[in-house]
């Protein structure tokens, strides 16, 4: 026994000396991962390079409305090259110090070309302005009429109308003859204003348009030729060739590490034989751990229509029924001792090992699949199966486990998708009909002088806006409870949407004789960002309700930011709410209280809708409410605002 435990520890020490060679030698060169990676850093950069001479060419000519996509080369181009010197500080290459080097040329190169292209820019808003406003001044001396300066006139109205025309058709030839003709006009326009001779503002205003284009035009293509000639393609192909020969230098080093690799590997089998004996030896005190279970709590859990297990404290399954063994596509000898980890596709949501905390912390008990209640998985047959899985706290022999309880509910969300599905299809399908009916119905409105047919063709069309309306909350509930709704986030200006609500309700409001306000306290001078649709949504919804819901006084919607969130307050004089009927109101088809359902109609599936919206843009609603003293309903969502300033909209 002694001599065995001598020779496995002398055998153990060689496998660690083995494996602190290898690595020692293998840490000297450069991974094959980082490699690539570095690799493919050097050809981003290459195609980002290429990317920013392209769109600097595209704003040259003209073919982009702004300069965002400019601005996003150059950040992009600059964050690359930031991550490519990180990378070569953290290779061990025997040449970083030249590579560090290089990427300081390659640096001030860019920010040369920065420069241009910043100057480019200066001469590319002078152009634009003047291109816009010419025309305009232009044509404004058409009206003119002069005895004195009539020759003036005409003929500053000509070079106008010329550098217009050259605008149009871009001759390279033509600035240089358009200079000298404006400059003479120039010259003889500054005379007449100091002579006094007519009021020809206009004329001068017309000829430093084309000064400023003409001028703005040369310094474009000059900066642009000069952004184009910073080249930095030569220095990315040296920076390449530089780490490259590093690379190749290390890599010989390595062929070392790898023999040594190929011993210890040799070592490694004859662990891995006596892991495999050790496994075997496990498995059996596994089937005696099994074997302890009674015969009457087997055959009640073999005869289980769902699949149910036990898994002991290392996290190995070590009771299996029948049912569990066909979801996961194992014989029962296969299943048993296998880790349940290896057979849930995404894992637990914290390791076994603090499994018993975390069930306790949740009452002894934790569906898988979050929200969705249901995980997806292959089982080792192939079959894709949607599956329920439930984890409890249990013992067994005196000892801490987990009782697994997994169903297969495969054939039940096959069928809600399908559901989904033809509600969608069906909620389409009525949509195309309501809109033909809601636009005859206006079109015959326009032209019926009968007051009483208009009042039956208005009552067909609110008819026709009610259930499409109806129609259109079907579809958006079946989209929030298959999971398929998205918010689609982009710059918006508040006010515009405010005004937008405004516009909408205002004149119902007024129309059914109610007092409205909308009062916006937080003034931006910035874009927020936000799905502008959805947020109108709600606030149609939360607004149209307390307009209904209000027989007499006052309806009013007031925004206020605070922290780190946007709140829109929908506040009224209406018939109010209990407490019992606050509870379930956010459940569809729920409209509390039946009496005032009754009285005031509506489908229950608005505020549902809302509240499902707001919590997938990260936000909530909240209504404070007392029976005959009105509600307030107060939507509260992530206050972002965006790069945009408003007046750009």
Not at 292 to 300: K, N
Not at 500 to 519: C, D, N, Q
Not at 627 to 641: C, E, H, K, N, Q
Request: with cysteine.
């Amino acid at each position: 026994m002694r001599n065995f435990i001598l020779n496995y520890a002398l055998f153990l020490l060689s496998g660690v000396f083995a494996i602190f060679v290898s690595l020692v030698v293998i840490s000297q060169g450069a991974g094959s991962k980082k490699h690539i990676s570095y690799l493919e850093q050097l050809n981003h950069l290459e195609a980002s390079n290429e990317r920013y001479n392209t769109i600097l060419l595209y704003s040259r000519l003209d073919l982009l409305n702004n300069f965002d996509e400019l601005l996003s080369a150059e950040r992009s181009i600059f964050t690359l090259l930031d991550s490519v010197e990180q990378s070569s500080s953290a290779l061990n290459s025997a040449n970083q110090r030249q590579l560090v080097k290089k990427i300081g040329y390659l640096s001030s190169l860019l920010r040369k070309k920065q420069e241009y292209v910043s100057s480019f820019k200066t001469a590319r808003a002078l152009y634009t302005n003047s291109a816009i406003y010419l025309p305009l001044v232009n044509a404004e001396i058409e009206h003119v009429s002069m005895d004195k300066n009539e020759g003036i006139t005409a003929e500053v109205h000509r070079i106008g109308s010329e550098v217009i025309t050259f605008l149009s058709r871009v001759d390279d030839r033509a600035p240089t003859l358009l200079q000298q003709q404006v400059g003479e006009l120039e010259k003889e326009v500054a005379e007449h204003l100091e002579w006094g001779e007519g009021d020809i503002t206009i004329e001068a205003n017309v000829l430093r348009h084309c000064r400023l284009i003409l001028d703005s035009l040369g310094g474009l293509n000059r900066y642009t030729q000069k952004s184009l000639s910073v080249e930095i393609a030569e220095g990315i192909v040296d920076l390449r060739r530089i780490y490259l020969a590093g690379y190749h230098e290390r890599q010989e080093l390595t062929t070392l590490g790898n023999r040594l690799l190929i011993l210890f590997t040799l070592a490694l089998y004859l662990l891995l034989f006596r892991y495999v004996m050790n496994q075997r030896n496990a498995y059996q005190a596994l089937e005696k751990s099994y074997g302890r279970v009674t015969d009457d709590y087997i055959s009640i859990v073999d005869a289980a229509p769902a699949g149910i297990g036990m898994v002991d404290a290392n996290g190995t399954i070590v009771v299996a029924n029948p049912a569990l063994l066909h979801i996961f596509g194992y014989k029962k000898s296969e299943l048993l001792g296998k880790p349940l980890e290896d057979l849930l596709p995404s894992g637990l949501p914290v390791p076994y090992s603090e499994c018993y905390d975390y069930l306790d912390q949740r009452g002894g008990r934790f569906l898988l699949g979050g929200e969705m209640g249901h995980i997806e998985l292959h089982n080792k047959l192939g079959n894709s199966l949607t599956i329920s899985m439930e984890l409890k706290r249990a013992s067994m022999d005196g000892e801490p486990c987990v009782l697994l309880n997994a169903v297969d509910v495969t054939e039940r969300y096959r069928l809600e998708l399908a559901k989904d599905e033809f509600l969608a299809s069906m909620s389409h399908e009525l949509r195309t009909p309501l809109t033909a009916i809601i636009g005859n119905s206006e079109l015959l409105s326009s032209k019926e002088k009968s007051s009483e047919k208009i009042e039956l063709i208005r009552t067909i069309e609110m008819a026709g806006r009610g259930q499409l309306a109806l129609v259109n909350d079907i579809l958006d509930m079946s989209k929030i409870e298959s999971g398929k709704f998205t918010i689609n986030d982009a710059p918006y200006d508040l006010a515009r949407l405010l005004q937008h609500v405004e516009y909408i309700l205002s004149y119902r409001a007024k129309e059914v004789g109610l007092t409205w306000e909308l009062e916006q306290t937080n003034h931006e001078s910035y874009q927020l960002l936000g799905d502008v649709q959805r947020i109108i949504q709600i606030l149609i919804n939360l607004v149209g309700n307390a307009i209904k819901f209000t027989p007499k006084g006052e309806v009013s919607l007031v925004t206020w930011v605070s922290g780190e969130l946007l709140f829109f307050e929908v506040k009224d004089t209406g018939v109010g709410m209990s407490p019992e009927t606050m509870k379930k109101l956010f459940q569809r088809f729920e409209q509390g209280d039946e009496a005032v359902a009754s009285r005031f109609g509506g489908s229950g599936l608005g505020l549902f809708i809302s509240e499902n919206l707001a919590g997938l843009m990260g936000g909530q609603i909240q209504v404070s409410s007392e029976v005959d003293a009105g509600s307030t309903f107060t939507l509260s969502i992530p206050y972002r605002r965006s790069d945009t300033l408003v007046d750009d909209v």
